[in-house]
């Protein structure tokens, strides 16, 4: 399979090491922003097999994870409305909140329906007029385009029972967050290569400078992850920060100017809170004010909702790389996939997932549904 096998190759993979080893002469830490990465690194062993003096931390690249249990919440509440049909991507149904997810929801009678698309919503929107087409709309720059392009369609046809709850995060925030945290030991970033196909390379010089880093854009076959970590390495050997792209087959410098103008049109860019990091100012993007009616928090007004976060997840923890799955506690014992305790362990990109899959010692296989990256 092209773009596949060959980023496969074990023969490849060993010269990449080999280089690497040859390289490196002192710990450095680097985060893969990522989680598909986080899931290809851990899928592969590929941490296991780079030498010791180089350590990957997961990053909060997961847009399930991050998602906060407030608009989880939200989502709840919304989706048991009698008149509303409540779409999202099959991830978020298993995703707790404070007491529920939707997939109870969906027991108790809530008409949730998972989609592969946001179009599908606005599908639904037109064959249900007598109903309220809500979609789910959350992630990072890769999923915010389409989402983008179902909110002006729906504009454009005059389609008004169709609204989004938004919950976008942007990634060049979130790095500038975990660098100015007391707690970072982050010396080098391998950034999301799909986010720079939207968004393009150039949010990351300034960041680069400012913080002193290495930022390599990175794919997600494990030679393009290992790409991604000869040249970290090689860059902080030399100390030389800066921005690369080691994923030019995918990301052009510039991204996507039509979706980047989608998203400009659609989206403006506003403070969002992460699960268990926090506010991070500039880190999300809801509606601009000429499509706020297609907001459904601003339709269904939910506001007031009490959120509880149990005290033994400690995901904040995992998503800003201070702690690996498996050092929680309730990894694997009170929770798995099957009984989450929060929402890294349920997405098919959060860091507990990728452990409990791939590394687990003992216990059943199980399963994490798939969604679309980003
Ligand atoms: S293993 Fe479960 S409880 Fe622990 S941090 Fe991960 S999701 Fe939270």
Redesign the pocket.
Known sequence: MKYLEEFQNPDLAVRLLDDIRATVTRPWALMEVCGGQTHSIIRHGIDQLLPEQIELIHGPGCPVCVTPLEVIDKALEIASRPDVVFCSFGDMLRVPGSGRDLFRVRAAGGDVRVVYSPLDALRLAREHPDKEVVFFGIGFETTAPPNAMAVHQAARLGIRNFSMLVSHVRVPPAIEAIMQSPDCRVDAFLAAGHVCSVMGTGEYPELAERFEVPIVVTGFEPLDILEGVRRAVRMLERGEPGVENAYPRAVRPEGNPAARAMLADVFEVTDRAWRGIGTIPGSGWRLAERYREFDAEHRFSVAGIDTRE?A????GE?LQGLLK?HQ?E??GTT?TPRT??????VSSEGA?AAYYLYRRLGGTPATVEATPVG
Do not use: Q
Request: overall charge neutral; aromatic content about 6%; glycine content about 6%.
């Open positions: 149990p033994e997840c400690r995901s995992v799955p929680c309730a990894f929770c989450p305790l929060g929402a890294t362990m507990c």
